[in-house]
């Protein structure tokens, strides 16, 4: 079984402070993880994924297997990153689904 | 990015009928598409998998007889719900993907059902 972990459901910070969104997953093959960003109003739509290795809006996010952990971190947060961020993972296998945590909101103030 | 439409955004129908809910990949071939339920604050819940021309897979708990799933073109697919319940009223969300070139899903809008 599949399972995404995001123990945060709010995440509140300052304008220029770091972020750093958590999630943990349980997979027993190797996964491919991603972030998926929903802004408000707005369908949900892909931030990063692993496989990448690449910075989108100042956001990187590193697998590390042995935590089995995928952290989402951005050094310094804007007001126009305030949005809700789902980590999803995509087992291996012709199914090829999705499953996603039950997200944190991210709520960058001045 | 390729962009996926639903259709409708937002729907009320009675309790006992049945609804039908689009949803087109507008600029690439989806061999795969995926159906979502929402709850208020809550995650995206998986309930089936669709490939076309192939039936629907469905996650544990969901009822392929409520929610019935047709992709029948690379382009399209539709989720039906049949014999309406208030308790169906939910956010329903597809993504397409085309497997084939291992791209990323693709969401769609989605799609507010009440049921009155």
């Known amino acids: 079984a599949q399972r995404v972990t995001q123990p945060e459901k709010l995440l509140s910070v300052f304008k220029g402070a770091p972020v750093e969104l958590k999630c943990n997953y349980s997979?027993?093959?190797?996964?491919?993880l991603f972030w998926y960003v929903q802004y408000s109003r707005q369908r949900l739509q892909l931030l990063l994924r692993h496989i990448s290795r690449e910075s989108i809006k100042g956001f990187t996010a590193d697998l590390n297997k042995g935590e089995t952990s995928f952290h989402l971190k951005k050094p310094f947060a804007q007001e126009e990153d305030s949005a809700m961020y789902y980590c999803?993972?995509?087992?291996?296998?012709?199914?090829?689904?999705?499953?996603f945590g039950t997200g944190t909101r991210l709520q960058v103030t001045l | 990015g390729a962009v996926v439409s639903q259709h409708p955004s937002r729907v009320i129908c009675k309790s006992g009928t049945s609804v039908k809910i689009e949803c087109r990949s507008l600029d690439f071939q989806a061999t795969t598409m995926f159906w979502y339920r929402q709850f208020p604050k809550q995650s995206l819940m998986l309930m089936a998998t669709?490939?076309?021309?192939?039936?629907?897979?469905?996650e544990q708990g969901v009822e392929k007889d409520k929610f019935l799933i047709n992709h029948a073109s690379l382009t399209l697919s539709t989720l039906t719900v049949t014999s309406a319940h208030p308790e169906d009223s939910s956010f329903y969300i597809c993504?397409?993907?085309?497997?084939?070139?291992?791209?990323?899903?693709?969401f769609g809008q989605g799609t507010r059902l009440t049921v009155v």
């Open positions: 997979y027993s093959g190797s996964p491919e």
């Open positions: 669709s490939n076309e021309g192939s039936k629907a897979t469905y």
């Open positions: 999803a993972l995509r087992g291996t296998g012709t199914a090829s689904k999705l499953t």
């Open positions: 993504s397409a993907r085309d497997v084939g070139t291992n791209t990323e899903a693709f």
